[in-house]
T-cell receptor, first 112, second 114 residues
Framework: AQSVTQLGSHVSVSEGALVLLRCNYSSSVPPYLFWYVQYPNQGLQLLLKYTSAATLVKGINGFEAEFKKSETSFHLTKPSAHMSDAAEYFCAVRGSQGNLIFGKGTKLSVKP | NAGVTQTPKFRILKIGQSMTLQCTQDMNHNYMYWYRQDPGMGLKLIYYSVGAGITDKGEVPNGYNVSRSTTEDFPLRLELAAPSQTSVYFC?????????????FGPGTRLLVL
């Protein structure tokens, strides 16, 4: 069975600082991993996904994530935070029913 | 393309009432999903469908029913609303269920059961 753990329910950074959101997964098969972002009162939007090609995945809005099999991790990073990055971020792994199995989410706050 | 649309955006129900949450996609996707999102819990799968006429249960199906008579529509039915069904409901779709397929989400329906 697959599962996802997001470390830290709330992360706060200053504008211009590095953003690091942590995600660890558990999967008995090669995983397919996703990061989604949710802005207040909106649906989820795909940031990036890992589908067994390159281990470093680049997404929208300057975000990227690196798949590390040895650490079972898929952390999300952005070199310089912007105020518009404030949102909730969800890591997910593809489940056996074609669905997504989500972590509990990390709320990112960006201080001016 | 409008993508995935959901109606209503917000609804208040009394305990025991019933309602249908509507979901429509215009991307000709075969797979459709219903999730519920509770604070601090992420999203959990309620039901899914791999094509018209085919539906199956997800992780938390109790208290819900679905149907899929067309490719475009995937309504979710609550028969006897309970306070535990207070949540935000998201519909999603994807072209297939294969490994790297992106799921596209609707804007959600916020439901309050009192």
């Amino acid at each position: 069975a697959q599962s996802v753990t997001q470390l830290g329910s709330h992360v706060s950074v200053s504008e211009g600082a590095l953003v690091l959101l942590r995600c660890n997964y558990s999967s008995s098969v090669p995983p397919y991993l996703f990061w989604y972002v949710q802005y207040p009162n909106q649906g989820l939007q795909l940031l990036l996904k890992y589908t067994s090609a390159a281990t470093l995945v680049k997404g929208i809005n300057g975000f990227e994530a690196e798949f590390k099999k040895s650490e079972t991790s898929f952390h999300l990073t952005k070199p310089s935070a912007h105020m518009s990055d404030a949102a909730e971020y969800f890591c997910a792994v593809r489940g056996s029913q074609g669905n997504l199995i989500f972590g509990k989410g990390t709320k990112l706050s960006v201080k001016p | 393309n409008a993508g995935v649309t959901q109606t209503p955006k917000f609804r208040i129900l009394k305990i025991g009432q019933s309602m249908t949450l509507q979901c429509t996609q215009d991307m000709n996707h075969n797979y459709m999903y219903w999730y519920r999102q509770d604070p601090g819990m992420g999203l959990k799968l309620i039901y899914y469908s791999v094509g018209a006429g085919i539906t199956d249960k997800g992780e938390v199906p109790n208290g819900y029913n679905v149907s899929r008579s067309t490719t475009e529509d995937f309504p979710l039915r609550l028969e006897l609303a309970a306070p535990s069904q207070t949540s935000v409901y998201f519909c999603a779709s994807s072209y297939s269920g294969s490994q790297g397929q992106t799921q596209y989400f609707g804007p959600g329906t916020r439901l309050l059961v009192l």
